[in-house]
């Protein structure tokens, strides 16, 4: 379904802000507003931080977007995906992966079995070190930020 469809279908005008702003965030895994803003602009047509945020909201209120604290910074938005998935950030490169969430669904049973506590995974964050990260500190390897990027344009 086109994203007009998807907005109507949701109970939103379907305006060509909102419309930019759900396809940037269905083309992405993951969005902070400010990549928002500069995806609009790349795309010609701009859009203010307030408005791109504005936007975020009003997706994520209407259920066809969620949000993550993936950090100490603005949150990050991606697609409600039907199969829930825990972020895993990488305190060295800031990469952001993600694994399903039934990995953890032993550990999550027992917290519950033992407190009564229920955990939402759906906006569960795990930091550590990634694969590459981990192993370029057991090769001695630099690792980090500049890394990182080397790794996104690989692909």
């Known amino acids: 379904m086109s994203a007009a469809g998807q907005l109507r279908e949701a109970g939103l005008r379907a305006t060509k802000q909102r419309i930019h702003v759900l396809e940037i965030v269905d083309q992405s895994r993951h969005v902070t507003?400010?990549?928002?803003?500069?995806?609009?602009?790349?795309?010609?047509?701009?859009?203010?931080?307030?408005?791109?945020?504005?936007?975020?909201?009003?997706?994520?209120?209407?259920?066809?977007?969620?949000?993550?604290?993936?950090?100490?910074?603005?949150?990050?938005?991606?697609?409600?995906?039907?199969?829930?998935?825990?972020?895993?950030?990488?305190?060295?490169?800031?990469?952001?992966?993600?694994?399903?969430?039934?990995?953890?669904?032993?550990?999550?049973?027992r917290i519950k079995a033992s407190s009564g506590f229920v955990v939402d995974?759906?906006?569960?964050?795990?930091?550590?070190?990634?694969?590459n990260c981990s192993q370029q500190e057991s090769t001695g390897q630099p690792r980090g930020k500049a890394n990182a990027s080397e790794r996104v344009a690989q692909g």
């Open 33 to 109: 507003v400010d990549q928002v803003v500069e995806e609009c602009v790349n795309r010609g047509a701009p859009i203010d931080l307030s408005t791109a945020y504005r936007t975020l909201v009003a997706l994520d209120d209407a259920g066809l977007i969620t949000h993550a604290h993936l950090g100490s910074g603005s949150p990050t938005y991606h697609r409600i995906d039907p199969d829930p998935h825990i972020h895993l950030v990488c305190r060295e490169c800031d990469v952001v992966d993600s694994i399903p969430a039934a990995q953890l669904a032993p550990v999550v049973d």
């Open 121 to 131: 995974t759906g906006h569960l964050v795990m930091h550590g070190s990634c694969a």
